[in-house]
């Protein structure tokens, strides 16, 4: 079966770091670009960030630029997404997201069930 | 940046038809996807490239781009349609942007 799995997520302070993890399963995992998508809150989805399928290429939105980093463990199937200097705004849903082609997330074909980050003291 | 421009809200009965609309600068130029996202779920997949559907996506869901509006319709509306429906476009400088939902009640 094709499916993400995302973990990590929690509560962590203003200021904070979080790790979450995306485990892949049911496709060629390095064949594709996958990225991040977040959800505050009763809000609309907003990108986060991509990295192409190599991992040669990592793109961000200016919101997070500098703050997080995202990678891929192609050996291990898994994307990752580092957060630093986590603030309140950067609370939400976030979700795991596959894209079409190895080089864009054109198409978000996929999408995970998603994990839950809290940023408060 | 890109921005795209969805109406917060739409309602529409049973059995009728429903036409979420999505704005952008000569949106047209672009091919842009739709997602439907049920409460507390994760969004899906349901038109892709202005007006192709993933397999399992029932025929009723359409799509249609041009000029500076990209609409979703969906006709014999039913209950289980109502949902979060959002747009979305790859831009070359903005990478990935969506539209801001728009929540579809069915009356």
């Keep these: ?121 | 940046s890109y921005v795209l421009t969805q109406p917060p809200s739409v309602s529409v009965a049973p059995g009728q038809t429903a036409r979420v609309t999505c704005g952008g600068n000569n949106i047209g130029t672009k091919n842009v996807q739709w997602y439907q996202q049920r409460p507390g779920q994760a969004p899906i997949l349901v038109v892709y490239n202005n007006n192709d559907r993933p397999s399992g996506i029932p025929e009723r869901f359409s799509g249609s781009n041009s000029g500076n509006t990209a609409t979703l319709t969906i006709t014999r509306v039913e209950a289980g349609d109502e949902a979060d429906y959002c747009c979305q476009v790859w831009d070359s400088r903005s990478h990935v942007v969506f539209g801001g939902g728009t929540k579809l009640t069915v009356l």
């Excluded at chain 1, 060629?28 to 989805?45: C, D, E, I, N």
């Excluded at chain 1, 990678?71 to 997404?81: A, F, I, P, V």
């Excluded at chain 1, 894209?99 to 999408?111: H, K, Q, R, S």
């Design chain 1, 1 to 121: 079966e094709v499916q993400l799995l995302e973990s990590g997520g929690g509560l962590v302070q203003p200021g904070g770091s979080l790790r979450l993890s995306c485990a892949a399963s049911g496709f060629t995992f390095y064949s594709y670009a996958m990225g991040w998508v977040r959800q505050a809150p009763g809000k609309g989805l907003e990108w986060v960030s991509l990295i192409t399928g190599a991992g040669g290429n990592r793109y961000y939105a200016d919101s997070v630029k500098g703050r997080f980093t995202i990678s891929r463990d192609n050996s291990k199937n898994t994307l990752y997404l580092e957060m630093d200097s986590l603030r309140a705004e950067d609370t939400a849903t976030y979700f795991c997201a596959k894209g079409d082609n190895g080089a864009t997330m054109a198409v978000v074909v996929l999408w995970g069930q998603g994990t839950l980050v809290t940023v408060s003291s």
